[in-house]
């Protein structure tokens, strides 16, 4: 993606140099801002366990249901009734504790690839404004490449991981 834009620098060889530096610096913004929205929309997929909620619901329903006779036999019918509802909850308990076990990887791993990404920059007093220009486009460079690892994380690894232990329920309950 970054080596459209190298390509497009004979475009703006006329222009004034500063003027030149301050729009690379903007398209690099740009850039990774928009990988920043694509990654936050992987996360939110990924988050996404609405359906897991609705069929956990129905599963409570029909517990409550096929436990009618609860008053009949009180204390076997309340253990029948709870062990039901706690098997109801097991996939979402499980998958909320899979993205909350994400959520905190993500956040430690991206707090530590942007740390690296801030080190490139190294600002001296005689720099030119180019070269401060240069060090800023690297990190965003560097930053982009860390969302799109996480990108790819969310949208492959993770969402296949999440994937596996709805299944794993499904054929439980199927069985």
Request: aromatic share 14%.
């Amino acid at each position: 993606m970054f080596d459209n834009i190298r390509s497009a620098d004979e475009l703006y060889a006329t222009e004034n140099e500063k003027e030149y530096y301050d729009r690379k610096l903007s398209e690099y913004q740009d850039i990774y801002s928009i990988k920043q929205a694509i990654t936050a929309y992987s996360k939110i997929k990924l988050f996404n366990i609405d359906q897991q909620q609705k069929l956990k619901y129905e599963c409570y329903s029909n517990c409550y249901d096929n436990n009618q006779v609860i008053f009949e036999n009180q204390e076997e019918g309340i253990k029948k009734l709870s062990r039901c509802l706690t098997e109801c909850k097991k996939q979402t308990k499980d998958l909320k504790q899979f993205l909350k076990n994400v959520d905190k990887l993500v956040y430690f791993k991206n707090q530590t690839c942007h740390s690296n990404c801030d080190q490139i920059i190294n600002y001296n007093a005689d720099q030119t404004y180019q070269e401060k220009i240069s060090n800023k486009i690297n990190v965003y460079r560097c930053r982009w490449v860390c969302e799109n690892k996480l990108d790819r994380r969310y949208r492959e690894f993770w969402l296949k991981q999440r994937n596996d232990i709805i299944d794993q329920y499904s054929n439980q309950m199927a069985n």
